[in-house]
């Protein structure tokens, strides 16, 4: 069944959506990038990582739509951004007292990011869903290390050359 697996998902997209659809002028104004990790900014990252682990798990899980299920992290990234950027314009068009910005669904992106790499560590998942995370992981290696170009040369093989 598609909503079985989905559901811890889908309960927290209300979670979210009861969150981000209450009125009220209480939440803190952000000025400029400077105010980026304040406390609203860390409850962003918090409610959307926990949201993308839910998202790609339950597809992962579900056996109904063989495409999701094949790729459980593009579908639960795409539907938590589509769903990040749904919040943040009603807040700004739609719901009294609240405002959408930038700040916002720029940390809804890192935390479904988190959710993600949460997920390739404690969720049961198959390795070829976590090849962005080895790659980014060997992106990151390479650009400390730029003197490892190539797969001899971390291995510490050398060319011989006929004389």
């Not at 409610?47 to 739509?65: K, M, S, T």
């Not at 990040?84 to 068009?93: L, S, V």
Request: aromatic letters at 14%; a positive charge.
């Amino acid at each position: 069944m598609f909503k079985r697996p989905l559901l811890p998902g889908l309960i927290w997209t209300g979670v979210i959506a009861l969150l981000t659809f209450t009125p009220g002028n209480y939440i803190p104004r952000i000025i400029s990038f400077s105010d980026w990790l304040s406390y609203d900014k860390l409850v962003h990252l918090f409610i959307f990582g926990v949201y993308g682990f839910f998202l790609i798990e339950g597809f992962n899980r579900q056996a109904r739509h063989p495409r999701l299920s094949a790729n459980p992290v593009l579908a639960g990234l795409l539907v938590g951004m589509v769903f990040a950027f749904f919040t943040e314009a009603m807040q700004k068009y739609v719901i009294h007292g609240r405002n959408g910005n930038i700040y916002d669904i720029m940390a809804d992106m890192l935390g479904l990011t988190l959710g993600y790499l949460l997920w390739c560590i404690i969720g049961r998942n198959e390795k070829k869903n976590c090849l962005l995370l080895k790659n980014i992981i060997n992106l990151a290696i390479r650009f400390k290390r730029p003197y490892l170009n190539t797969k001899k040369e971390r291995h510490g093989s050398k060319k011989v050359t006929k004389s």
